[in-house]
């Protein structure tokens, strides 16, 4: 063989490793084909979202574990000591308020019932469960309601009342004179006339 002589290439094209220049000359290799570059890992790619996912994430835990521990002081010194009240709104407190004074008004200083006699200042009523107690009437001794006035003369034996004063014992100073409707169990009230 001779210096001159290029050597032949080979009859496929999948057996060359490299591509050869038909000119005279020493073969140079061809630069093998370019591969996609690798995609960077997801976490590389967002890593501002993933710190700022994690940061949320932090306070999230901090502030549940604390509330968690506040929750958990409180209970344990609520059981310690009274039992918390219901929490009430403020219009509901009024009304509550009222309802309560009212009754504990009304336990203390009242007298509910029928009247059974009439002896000048002195009223004997009976109530639902059968207790008498006397009504004693004073110069102070008001009549009705606003919506509903009365006088003295407007109450006669078997009127069902209510009476708001002073007790001692089985006897109540007035100082309201109500008229009560009837109950269910009492007289019906007759029917208004057109």
Known sequence: MSDNDIPTPPASDETRPYDTVSAPGPAVPAAPPA????????????????????AVLAVIVVAGGTAWGVSAAVASTQTASAPMKPTVHAAGAKASARKAAAAKHAKAHAVRGTITAISGDNWTVRSASGKTATVKLDSATTFGTKKNPATRDSFTVGDRIGVLGTRSGTTVTAKKIVHLHATSTGTPSPAPSA
């Open 35 to 54: 591969q996609p570059a690798a995609p960077e890992p997801f976490v590389r790619r967002h890593a501002v979202a993933v710190a700022i996912v994690a």
